[in-house]
């Protein structure tokens, strides 16, 4: 199947402009092109967009997008050292989702306090408002 360049992009979640960035530094193998000379992607070429978008999504720089794109485009001699980026990005989005955790533990906390703090007032409000009978 193929796909038009709005299509591509919608079905990657990126914009058009993106993708003819990407095209542009060399992330993405220029599309085909049809009769009239416009883009068509193939499945393929969504699989990889797809692929660009995690590892952006993963923090990765561009720069290494580009070098492991590069790599995959050498082909299979390539494998170890894609792998070897790859490897160092996972070890980078666990430090992070650790961190993040933290951040996490830090605000369970905070609202946590929120809300007793809320109880308390409400018990107060509640005990000057009754009147005794």
């Given at each position: 199947m193929t796909y038009s360049i709005a299509q591509a992009a919608e079905a990657c979640g990126l914009s058009i402009d993106?993708?003819?960035y990407y095209e542009r530094i060399g992330l993405v193998v220029p599309p085909a092109r049809d009769s009239g000379?416009?883009?068509t992607y193939s499945d393929e070429d969504i699989n990889w967009l797809v692929f660009l978008t995690k590892l952006r999504t993963t923090g990765m720089p561009i720069r290494l997008m580009r070098e492991y794109a590069q790599l995959a485009q050498d082909g299979e001699a390539t494998a170890a050292l894609r792998k070897?980026?790859?490897v160092r990005?996972?070890?980078s989005v666990h430090a992070h989702i650790a961190e993040l955790q933290t951040c996490l533990?830090?605000?369970?906390?905070?609202?946590e306090n929120y809300q007793r703090i809320e109880e308390?007032?409400?018990d107060k409000q509640r005990k000057v408002t009754e009147v005794p009978a």
């Open positions: 993106t993708l003819r000379g416009r883009r070897q980026i790859l990005q996972r070890a533990e830090v605000l369970d906390y905070k609202i308390k007032f409400q």
